[in-house]
């Protein structure tokens, strides 16, 4: 009990040099505030220890707990991961990676003001929605365009516009879920429209969409299954088939792409999908998709098609708050800048990671391989690194079952289970996020960025230390 009136007091602490020091970088209330959790912490300590210690001793205690709750706690949560799943699109790790054209033109408007909102040809009050506008319509053919916050966003926007208080058709087949927090019957809920399912799960013909047409109904709506594939006795109705079917009834057409494909990737095993501008060859009214899966931009909904109806969308109260803010515009032009260049394939990293060609990424694991073997093969904790073929991913909702083939390292440890391994990689800075192959932890190198081989070793060497 003695040790608890050795305790010093927060004003004594807050006189001590080190702590004087910290002014520059941190406000007095913070410092003091963490100076209290410190003491708070140590005071349980010494409650629950039988020793006796100096005033002294527990000053020093008191500032080791302020130095480490400090600097957790003036830090960011967010933090860069090294990402070596494979998974190219990873929703859990911040999806799209972005071009330096992007990235560019992100940080020179966010340093500096803009004409957001400002036609500076008239001096007069723009519009937000002009900037992105031109450049897609270029690129997808569309007549008209509009971005808002994210795809989810898009349809919800898109179905309270078209279909407010009226009946929506929809396959069975595509009552999809989308990470847990996209659900097309919720979203139809919360757009006030009301949902039609028609057809089964795994078979819809152009006949049930048109047995359910009444006077009430609105709109005639598709969604990409994009996070799985009924496989089997299957069928759905093709987007120009409702196309038809729509024109025939006057009712408008809308599809949810979810991961729009601005650039056919057919050449490297992409297909069967469809691209953004074939969708909007077919005719359909209104389609949707997000900007940051293979489109390789920033998180962002865009919505493209004919112009009276995307017109009706920017005046809706709903838009005002779901809009974009410059740090997004800018991102997703400096991206779509890089579709007219020519060579996205090259520029955008996603789709670089896509397509890079299977003799490269063995290249590359052979190098990373040779670093391993060089700076890792004689620790006691490892018993076998080697080249690995491997499996990777599309992710972020497209292409759910198709696998790209890769290549990796793979390490085996002994001594350590891969569970701790990996959840001690997972704690460092950065982080590292790795995959598993039976008993081995794998290393894909499509996903790694230039520079994070040396990383990688400095963190698995570091982990194995303890
Ligand atoms: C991903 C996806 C969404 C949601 O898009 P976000 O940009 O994540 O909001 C909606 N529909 C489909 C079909 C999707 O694949």
Redesign the pocket.
């Known amino acids: 009990m003695s040790s608890l009136r050795n305790i010093p007091s927060i004003d004594e602490l807050l006189l001590q040099d080190e702590i004087r020091s910290l002014d520059e970088d941190f406000n007095h209330e913070f410092i003091t505030n963490m100076l209290r959790r410190a003491v708070g912490i140590v005071r349980e300590e010494l409650r629950n220890s039988e020793a006796v210690l100096e005033k002294e001793a527990i000053n020093h205690q008191i500032m080791a707990v302020f130095n480490r709750e400090i600097h957790k706690s003036a830090r960011g949560t967010l933090q860069t991961v090294i990402n070596a799943t494979g998974v190219v699109l990873h929703t859990n790790l911040g999806r799209a990676v972005l071009s330096n054209r992007a990235i560019e033109y992100m940080v020179e408007m966010a340093g500096h003001y803009n004409n957001l909102e400002m036609d500076l040809l008239t001096g007069e009050r723009g519009s937000r929605y002009m900037h992105v506008e031109q450049l897609l319509k270029e690129i997808t053919g569309a007549e008209a365009a509009l971005v808002v916050n ?4 898009a ?1 919800m926007l898109g179905l309270n516009t078209l279909a407010a208080g009226k009946e929506v058709i929809v396959s069975r087949g595509q009552l ?1 879920e ?2 847990g927090a ?1 659900r097309i019957p919720e979203v139809m809920k919360l757009s006030n429209a009301i949902l039609n399912e028609v057809g089964t799960t795994n078979k819809t013909y152009s006949s049930d969409y048109e047995q359910a047409i009444n006077e009430n109904t609105g709109l005639l709506f598709a ?5 799985y594939k009924i496989e089997g006795f299957t069928s759905e109705v093709t987007l120009q088939e409702l196309v038809e079917l729509g024109q025939k009834y006057s009712l408008p057409v809308m599809q ?4 729009g494909i601005l650039y056919p990737m057919a050449q490297w095993g992409l297909k069967e999908e469809p691209t953004v501008q074939e969708c909007v060859k077919s005719g359909a009214d209104v389609i949707t998709f ?4 293979l489109l390789g931009g920033p ?3 865009i919505i493209i098609g004919k112009k009276p109806l995307i017109e009706t969308m920017k005046k809706n109260q709903l838009t005002r708050a779901l809009r974009v803010d410059k740090l997004t515009i800018a991102a997703l032009e400096g991206t779509l800048l890089e579709y007219l260049s020519g060579n996205p394939a090259i520029k955008i990293p996603v789709l670089r990671m896509l397509c890079q060609p299977p003799q490269e990424l063995l290249d590359q694991s052979r190098q990373l391989y040779q670093k391993f073997h060089d700076q890792l093969d004689n620790h006691a904790k490892v018993e076998t690194i080697e080249i690995l073929e491997v499996e990777d991913m599309v992710g ?3 292409y759910p079952t198709y696998r790209i083939p890769g290549w990796g390292v793979a390490i085996k440890f002994q001594g350590i289970t891969l569970d701790q391994i990996a959840g001690q990689l997972r704690l460092k800075q950065p982080a590292l996020l790795t995959r598993r192959q039976d008993d081995k932890m794998l290393i894909s190198v499509r996903t790694l960025q230039a520079g994070e081989d040396e990383q990688i070793i400095r963190l698995i060497q570091s982990v194995l230390q303890n």
């Open positions: 994210n795809n989810a966003a349809v999809v989308i990470g996209f969604a990409h299954t994009s996070n949810d792409l979810g991961s997000s900007g940051d899966k998180q962002a909904g972020g909702g497209a």
